[in-house]
């Protein structure tokens, strides 16, 4: 019998050992790109040519992060991708403070204040999840005319805001479903009205949605692409776009140091927010996953 457990014991060591072998290797696998961006955005230009992708900076070199950030050509403009990492910056907070908001105040709706034909607005809200963003490029821009918030740092804000709601009132609406009735039923009795059991019941709960929802939209905002592009002016881009200019500018030789260096600035704050914030993102997600 004792033998039969070692057999046993030993087996699942084998095996766990194999998994994490596994996961090992697709986790380099996945840094792979990442190390040689990172590599390269260190070699000066002359190690790069005559160098191999993988092979270490002989002369490490901050350089080509100098030229990036503040000389780079994007165009007609040789200012670098740190006026448009600003841009980003100033696109994504309110976005993503004001998309989070509606979507706390929607989720709270409608779950705690249920109304005739609320299940058919979560259906439509919904919808919008799923719509390709190519559809209504042309809505959008004839919408963004009509207000005269075209090629605006507004009018980016408001069509991020306006994508990011269904997934925010996603997000909050199955957190909020997992939140006793009864809580909101007795606040109501006692006189609370609307905004005030949301401020004294809802909101202090709601941290780790809050959490899933400003990764998120940070996430989709920061690297979008698409909308930067079709509604923003050389003054307004973020970062996406700056970068999109950086690489495909040619002036003179190739610098994939400068163009790394680059990729590597409008990545870092995304990065940085998953470094810091991915495990909070799992259990916000999982925290609402308790009832319907």
């Known amino acids: 019998m004792d033998n039969v457990i070692r057999r046993r014991t030993v087996g699942a060591r084998l095996a766990r050992a194999a998994l994490y072998a596994v996961l090992l290797l697709a986790a380099l696998f ?36 100098a030229k990036a950030w503040g000389e780079a050509c994007t165009g007609m403009r040789c200012e670098g991708v740190g006026v448009y990492f600003f841009n980003s910056i100033a696109i994504v907070v309110p976005a993503v403070l004001i998309s989070t908001i509606i979507g706390a105040l929607n989720g709270y709706a409608l779950t705690k204040w249920r109304f005739k034909g609320s299940e058919l607005v979560f259906a439509l809200m919904l919808f919008g999840c799923f719509i390709p963003f190519q559809v209504v490029l042309l809505p959008m821009a004839q919408t963004l005319g009509w207000l005269g918030l075209s090629s605006s740092r507004a009018g980016l804000i408001l069509v991020h805001v306006v994508f990011g709601i269904a997934f925010t009132t996603l997000f909050f609406r199955n957190f909020y479903v997992a939140v006793p009735t009864e809580l909101v039923s007795a606040a109501k009795l006692d006189g609370a009205g609307f905004f005030r059991i949301f401020w004294r019941i809802l909101l202090p709960v709601s941290a780790p949605i809050i959490v899933v929802s400003v990764i998120w939209q940070f996430t989709q905002i920061w690297n979008d692409f698409l ?31 400068v163009d790394m260096a680059a990729a590597m600035i409008a990545a870092l704050p995304t990065l940085i927010v998953y470094v810091l914030a991915g495990k909070y993102f799992v259990r916000g997600l999982t925290a609402g996953s308790v009832k319907g």
């Not at 040689?36 to 350089?63: C, D």
């Not at 592009?229 to 140091?257: I, K, M």
Request: proline letters at 10%.
């Open 227 to 257: 909308f930067g592009v079709a509604f923003s002016a050389h003054d307004t881009q973020p970062v996406t776009v700056a970068l999109n200019n950086l690489v495909n500018t040619s002036t003179g030789v190739r610098e994939y140091n």
């Open 30 to 65: 996945y840094l792979l790109p990442l190390a040689v961006m990172l590599i390269t955005s260190l070699k000066p230009l002359a190690e790069i040519t005559p160098g191999t992708l993988l092979s270490l900076p002989r002369e490490p070199t901050l350089a080509p992060w």
